[in-house]
């Protein structure tokens, strides 16, 4: 089963590039990587996804190694509006989605 | 916001009740996904719906059971409630069937649900 690992938070300031890494040493070959935010009470609100090497959208950037046992989450330039539970999640052949725990980011001025 | 909506969106039970919560999932969207989010923790999954068959399960008892419905939306019955059962229920609708791509999932506001 494609479980996942983070860090537990990060601190960071504004204007700064942040990097959020995920381990998820069992993922599928078929299973994308999956990176959601979410703030307090409220449900969590797509990201970005890939399947390997590096994706970017209009907000982030998602680097994925070769073997993609990991992937990192690069937020550039953060805002204190950035700050947030980042989580990545990965499917299994099994249907079974499992979000990692989490990863509370704290942008400070 | 996604088009996903809940109800109730707060509820009070009582060890052994029984609740229904309701999903409406986004326009266009087969497939709808059930998670528990305890407080300070991350959603567990629970069931997963795909054009109104259960097609993947988390780690929860038999007494956690849903429905779906022909328009895709979707119920989660949980019986026999329990105080651990106390947590935000959220419902999330998605375009992915029968693959392990999970796709985007575009998720509700959730219902709180406390058990006392």
């Known amino acids: 089963l494609a479980k996942t690992t983070q860090p537990i938070s990060m601190d960071s300031y504004e204007g700064q590039e942040v990097n959020i890494t995920c381990s998820h040493n069992n993922i599928a070959t078929n299973d994308y990587i999956t990176w959601y935010q979410q703030f307090p009470s409220q449900g969590p609100r797509f990201i970005i996804q890939g399947y390997k090497t590096k994706v970017t959208n209009e907000v982030a950037s998602l680097f994925i190694p070769a073997d993609r046992k990991s992937s990192t989450l690069s937020l550039p330039r953060v805002s204190l509006s950035d700050t947030a539970v980042y989580y990545c999640?990965?499917?299994?052949?099994?249907?079974?989605?499992?979000f990692g725990s989490g990863t509370k980011l704290n942008v400070k001025p | 916001e996604t088009g996903v909506t809940q109800s109730p969106t707060h509820l009070i039970k009582t060890r052994g009740q029984q609740v229904t919560l309701r999903c409406s999932s986004q326009?266009?969207?087969?497939?709808v996904s059930w998670y528990q989010q305890a407080l300070g923790q991350g959603p567990q999954f629970i069931f997963q719906y795909y054009r109104e068959e259960e097609n993947g399960r988390g780690n929860f008892p038999p007494r956690f059971s849903g429905l779906q419905f022909p328009n895709y939306s979707s119920e989660l019955n949980v019986n026999a409630l329990e105080l651990d059962d106390s947590a935000l229920y959220l419902c999330a609708s998605s375009l992915v069937g029968f693959t392990t791509n999970t796709g985007e999932l575009f998720f509700g506001e959730g219902s709180r649900l406390t058990v006392l």
């Open positions: 326009s266009g969207h087969n497939t």
């Open positions: 999640l990965v499917g299994d052949n099994f249907n079974k989605f499992y």
